[in-house]
């Protein structure tokens, strides 16, 4: 079975500081696609950022960065500069392929001003 | 950019009623989901669509749950006695293809009360 883990269910940060939300999974499988959604209090589902498990660069969005770590089954989000705008639920979502999505616990991230 | 429809936004129903919730996918997407989200708690799948039939569901979706499209551009979830615990916000997400590189777009979500 595949599963995603966030290990923090809340995370807080300062407002233009950096924060990196944890994510890990687990799979037997080579070939999968890794995904982070922000979920605003409209409840909205919005992707943040996706990685295909064959490139080893790591995505990269406007502030919203990854690390992806193949070996250790490790894809943490990166945000720089935080804005107040950031503030959500954050989940982390994986895909094999010709499968379907599924999601982490989320990880509830507050920017303080 | 194209959107994923859901209505209503909110919806209350007396428990043992039937409901059936509303999705616009993207018009040239060709997969449907719906996935189910309860209060606090984290995203879980309940059932895919291709080519008018279901080509996955979890665990949740039992016989009280039905999908449809019945016209080409909606895409329905139906419950059809829903219970206290189906409390819930419902989301449709439409993708191109089958998930993998092409992620899915969601809607607004609908909230589901089952008073």
């Known amino acids: 079975a595949q599963t995603v883990t966030q290990s923090q269910p809340e995370m807080s940060v300062q407002e233009a500081e950096t924060v990196t939300l944890s994510c890990t999974y687990d799979t037997s499988e080579s070939n999968y696609y890794l995904f982070w959604y922000k979920q605003p209090p409209s409840r909205q589902m919005i992707l943040v950022i996706r990685?295909?498990?064959?490139?080893?660069q790591n995505a990269t969005e406007n502030r919203f960065s990854v690390n992806f770590q193949k070996a250790a089954k490790s894809f943490s989000l990166k945000i720089s500069d935080s804005q107040l705008g950031d503030t959500a639920m954050y989940f982390c979502a994986f895909i094999l392929n010709n499968n379907d999505m599924r999601f982490g616990a989320g990880t509830r991230l507050t920017v303080k001003p | 950019e194209p959107e994923v429809t859901q209505t209503p936004s909110h919806q209350v129903t007396q428990m043992g009623q039937e409901v059936i919730l509303r999705c616009v996918p993207i018009?040239?997407?060709?997969?449907f989901y719906w996935y189910r989200q309860i209060l606090g708690q984290k995203v879980e799948f309940l059932v895919s669509?291709?080519?008018?039939?279901?080509?996955?569901k979890s665990e949740i979706f039992d016989d009280q749950f039905s999908v449809e499209r019945p016209d080409g551009s909606n895409f329905t979830l139906k419950i059809r006695s829903t219970k206290l615990e189906d409390s819930a916000m419902y989301f449709c997400a439409s993708s191109v293809r089958q998930g993998a590189n092409y992620g899915y777009t969601f809607g607004s979500g609908t909230r589901l009360t089952v008073v």
């Open positions: 669509f291709y080519n008018n039939e279901i080509s996955e």
């Open positions: 990685q295909e498990a064959y490139k080893q």
């Open positions: 018009s040239n997407h060709l997969y």
